[in-house]
C-alpha cells in the first residue's frame, strides 16, 4: 500500500498534495493528522507546516507514488545503498563484515553486520538516523519520484520498533483505562512516525505530535469521536 508524508500550510492543503500525489480519490485514501501545525504570530513567526500520512491501495492510485519500478529499477537503487553505505563507512573508519540490502513497497533496506555496531548505532540511534538521512538524499538524487532508505545495524531498528509498539500498547491501555492523555519521552521523528503508523487503526484513540526540536513527542488520547467497527 502507497503510503506518503505530506506537509502543507493547512491540514487540508496536505491532503491534497498527499491524494494528488498518490492519484487516487479521496474516498479511497486513509488520512492520519500527524501534526495540526500552526499559523505563528502574525502568520510568520513561529509558524509550523501541518503534516499528514496519506495512503491507499495500490489499484486505486494511478499517481506518482503508484509508479511500478522494474528490475533493473530496484537493482540499481539497492546497489547504489550499499555502495554509498559502504563508502560513507570506510570514510568514518568503521569496519564491517558484511552489507545486506532488500526492497519492498519503494523502500531499500540496508543492514550493517559490523563488530562497532554500537558506535554506528549512537545514543537512541542518532548516528544510525543521522548515517540513513545523508544516504537517503543521495540514493534519492535525479530520480523520477522519492523512495525510502531505512538503514540498519546489527537488528537495531527492528528491536526499537517492537519496543515502541510495546509502549504504544501500554499508552492505550492506560488512556482507554482512565480517560487521560498520555505523552510519551521526547523521540525522533521516525519513532514518532513508527508509533503513529502503529497507532492509526485504533478507533478507540488518536495520537498526535507535540513540541519543538528534539523535545518532540507522541501522545495519546481518547478519540474524539467514539466509531463503532464495522
Known amino acids: 500500500m502507497p503510503e506518503i508524508e505530506v506537509k502543507g500550510k493547512t491540514i487540508e492543503e496536505a491532503i491534497i ?56 529499477d530496484i537493482k540499481k537503487f539497492r546497489a547504489k545503498t550499499e555502495t554509498v553505505l559502504a563508502e560513507i563507512l570506510q570514510k568514518m573508519g568503521v569496519p564491517f563484515n558484511r552489507l545486506d540490502s532488500s526492497y519492498e ?3 531499500v533496506t540496508a543492514q550493517i553486520q559490523t563488530d562497532k555496531g554500537s558506535f554506528i548505532i549512537g545514543k537512541n540511534g542518532q548516528t544510525l538516523d543521522a548515517l540513513e ?17 531505512n538503514i540498519d545495524c546489527e537488528n537495531y ?12 500498547d501500554k499508552a492505550v491501555e492506560y488512556v482507554i483505562r482512565t480517560g487521560k492523555i498520555y505523552r510519551f519521552e521526547p523521540m525522533s521523528a521516525k519513532e514518532r512516525k513508527i508509533i503513529h503508523t502503529y497507532l492509526k487503526d485504533n478507533l478507540k484513540i488518536d495520537s498526535f505530535s507535540e513540541g519543538e526540536g528534539p523535545l518532540r513527542k507522541v501522545g495519546v488520547k481518547p478519540a474524539k469521536t467514539l466509531r463503532a467497527e464495522v
Open 17 to 72: 498534495k498527499g491524494i494528488q500525489l498518490l492519484g487516487c480519490e479521496r474516498k479511497d485514501a486513509e488520512i492520519k493528522v500527524l501534526d495540526e501545525g500552526a499559523n505563528g504570530l502574525f502568520g510568520l513567526m513561529g509558524a509550523k507546516p501541518a503534516v499528514v500520512l496519506v495512503s491507499a491501495d495500490s489499484s486505486k492510485c494511478s499517481g506518482s507514488a503508484a509508479l511500478n519500478e522494474t528490475e533493473a
Open 105 to 107: 513497497n519503494k523502500t
Open 133 to 149: 538521512y545523508i544516504i537517503q538524499i543521495i540514493v534519492n538524487e535525479n530520480l523520477p519520484y522519492k523512495i525510502k532508505v
Open 157 to 168: 531498528r527492528i528491536k526499537q520498533t517492537e519496543k515502541l509498539k510495546i509502549l504504544a
